[in-house]
Nanobody, 112 residues
């Protein structure tokens, strides 16, 4: 079993930055790909970014060049650095491990 807790969300003005954290407990996630997803009101959950066990990264086109995903295996944590935030980035952000494991989400609100 893996428990995931996201943190770091909040309210920020357009152009600002936030860093989200996804901290795992129960077992090490160092050998897993970890994904970030987001769900805006009235929309389906969508892929944002992922990082593999070897730190290879993939990004959705909408966040390329603005978001950076990284991991600290010593802390069993994956980060999502979000820069140049836009109002359309407003959503609940979730991390995911091994398909079935999700955190509770953290709210990100970007004001214009």
């Amino acid at each position: 079993q893996v428990q995931l807790v996201e943190s770091g969300g909040g309210l920020v003005q357009a152009g600002g930055s936030l860093r989200l954290s996804c901290t795992a407990s129960g077992r090490s996630i160092s050998t897993y790909t970890v994904g970030w997803f987001r769900q805006a009101p009235g929309k389906e959950r969508a892929f944002v970014a992922s990082i593999s066990w070897s730190s290879s990264t993939v990004y959705a086109d909408s966040v390329k060049g603005r978001f950076t995903v990284s991991r600290d295996n010593g802390k069993n944590t994956v980060y999502l650095q979000m820069n140049s935030l836009k109002p359309e980035d407003t959503a609940v952000y979730y991390c995911n491990v091994a398909v079935n494991y999700w955190g509770q989400g953290t709210q990100v609100t970007v004001s214009s």
